[in-house]
């Protein structure tokens, strides 16, 4: 389930930054709020990259851990 979890954050984090590269836009206020769903989008990439890695490193020495980021709150029941 955290897989799959951290896998969904990475989509959304792909189309956080698809939206701004798709849609063109002349609106000032608009281009900011895309160009601030790519700051979080890459932030999101990130920290899922991050995650990822820990994940392995942590599977590797044999260690049960959780998410890190997650805490208590499960997506996926």
């Not at 189309?15 to 900011?32: E, G, P, Q």
């Not at 709020?33 to 990259?49: E, H, K, N, P, Y």
């Amino acid at each position: 389930n955290e897989g799959l979890e951290i896998n969904i954050v990475d989509l959304l984090a792909g189309i956080l930054l698809l939206l701004n590269v798709i849609i063109d836009s002349s609106n000032t206020v608009v281009a900011f709020l895309f160009m601030l769903g790519s700051i979080i989008g890459i932030g999101l990439l990130v920290l899922t990259t991050i995650t990822k890695l820990y994940m392995i490193v942590a599977a590797l020495l044999g260690k049960r851990v959780n998410t890190p980021w997650f805490w208590n709150i499960r997506m996926i029941r």
